[in-house]
Structures are given as structure tokens and as C-alpha cells.
T-cell receptor, first 113, second 111 residues
Framework: EPEVTQTPSHQVTQMGQEVILRCVPISNHLYFYWYRQILGQKVEFLVSFYNNEISEKSEIFDDQFSVERPDGSNFTLKIRSTKLEDSAMYFC???????????FGPGTRLTVT | GENVEQHPSTLSVQEGDSAVIKCTYSDSASNYFPWYKQELGKRPQLIIDIRSNVGEKKDQRIAVTLNKTAKHFSLHITETQPEDSAVYFCAASINNNDMRFGAGTRLTVKP
């Protein structure tokens, strides 16, 4: 069964550095999402992406964040000038059609020191 | 924007009993309501979902009900088993976009 994959599984970075989190959505999916989950808290929507552009973003997704689909398979989340409070699990998800089930990746645990 | 409230935050039941988790949402335009199960350190996994044109949906031991007028929806798990122990999240969205999650319910099923 096809799955969403994410790399790395764990990223440690120093405050102020830039990180890029990578996701490979399910191959025939068209809708892509990033979520964040601070340890012990709820899952928070960051951004959705369709047809090479952002379709929705939350109040969390400010100028510090950007997303890109650099080729036909990868979907990336870039976080510039990381802060301690950016430490969280970041999940990528994809879906095949509007309104259909979202499949989550295993997550990247980001630790900012 | 959409705001989803979820109760209770923790729920402990005896194996074989039923468990009910309730959520309310604020945006009457929301039309898609999934429920996710998340085991410790794992990704959220969809267990059931319901759309606004349906009042109830059932899949084996799991059922979800939706009351659009009151803007609340509930998850029902019958004949609970220890492997049902996990954190359960409800969510609401318009067409599965900008999905907002509840705070989660930690369900513990005691053998």
C-alpha cells in the first residue's frame, strides 16, 4: 500500500538556523498539507497546496515558513530563522481529491536548541 | 476561522464497555468531519469520517453521529478492547481543507 514518506525522521538545529523538511506524497495525489504537533498537544494545520500554489494557510504559517514542490515527487517545508517554539513534530499529508481522506506521513521531529 | 472543542480530555473504560467522545464546531460551512486515532509517537490515522449530508455512519465497532443544527458530532466505540487505547482527535473542515483539530481525548481501555 502506498504511503507518504518524510525525511529526516528527526532534525536537530540551532536557533536562528534554517531547516527544510521533506515529504514524498503518494504518487497520484494532488493535494498536499503540512501540520504541526507540539508535544502533547493537538495537531495544527499549517498550509495546503494544490496546483503548485498555496490554497489555504493558517495564522501560524507566517513569513518564516514557505512550501515548495521542487519536482514531481517532493513537497518541502522550509522554516527560516528557527525559534525554540518551532520545536514540534511536523506531519505532511496528501489526498487524491478535494474532500477525500488525507494520508499522513510518519512525521519529522524538529528540535530547536 | 473554525474552532473545534473536544470532550473529555481523558476517558478510562473497562474492556467491553462503550466509549463516547464529543466534539463541537463553530463554522456552519464545515462539511467534512474525520476522526483520527494516534498511538504514542505515531502518525494520526483516519478511523472514520462523516460528511454533512449524512447524520450517522458506522464501521464495525465504530460509529459517528453528526448534528448539523447543534454543530456537534460524536464518536462511539462499542465493545472496547485494550488495543483501542490511544489519543483520538476529531477535526472539522470545509472540503477537507484548512482542517482544524480538537484537543484530543486520551482513551485508556483497562483489561
Amino acid at each position: 500500500e502506498p504511503e507518504v514518506t518524510q525525511t529526516p525522521s528527526h532534525q536537530v538545529t540551532q536557533m536562528g538556523q534554517e531547516v527544510i523538511l521533506r515529504c514524498v506524497p503518494i504518487s497520484n495525489h494532488l493535494y498536499f498539507y503540512w501540520y504541526r504537533q507540539i508535544l502533547g498537544q493537538k495537531v495544527e494545520f499549517l498550509v495546503s497546496f494544490y496546483n503548485n500554489e498555496i490554497s489555504e494557510k493558517s495564522e501560524i504559517f507566517d513569513d518564516q515558513f514557505s512550501v515548495e514542490r521542487p519536482d514531481g515527487s517532493n513537497f518541502t517545508l522550509k522554516i527560516r530563522s528557527t525559534k525554540l517554539e518551532d520545536s514540534a513534530m511536523y506531519f505532511c499529508a496528501s489526498s487524491g481529491q478535494v474532500g477525500s481522506e488525507q494520508y499522513f506521513g510518519p512525521g519529522t521531529r524538529l528540535t530547536v536548541t | 476561522g473554525e474552532n473545534v472543542e473536544q470532550h473529555p480530555s481523558t476517558l478510562s473504560v473497562q474492556e467491553g464497555d462503550s466509549a463516547v467522545i464529543k466534539c463541537t464546531y463553530s463554522d456552519s460551512a464545515s462539511n467534512y468531519f474525520p476522526w483520527y486515532k494516534q498511538e504514542l509517537g505515531k502518525r494520526p490515522q483516519l478511523i472514520i469520517d462523516i460528511r454533512s449530508n449524512v447524520g450517522e455512519k458506522k464501521d464495525q465497532r465504530i460509529a459517528v453521529t453528526l448534528n448539523k443544527t447543534a454543530k456537534h458530532f460524536s464518536l462511539h466505540i462499542t465493545e472496547t478492547q485494550p488495543e483501542d487505547s490511544a489519543v483520538y482527535f476529531c477535526a472539522a473542515s470545509i472540503n477537507n481543507n484548512d482542517m482544524r483539530f480538537g484537543a484530543g481525548t486520551r482513551l485508556t481501555v483497562k483489561p
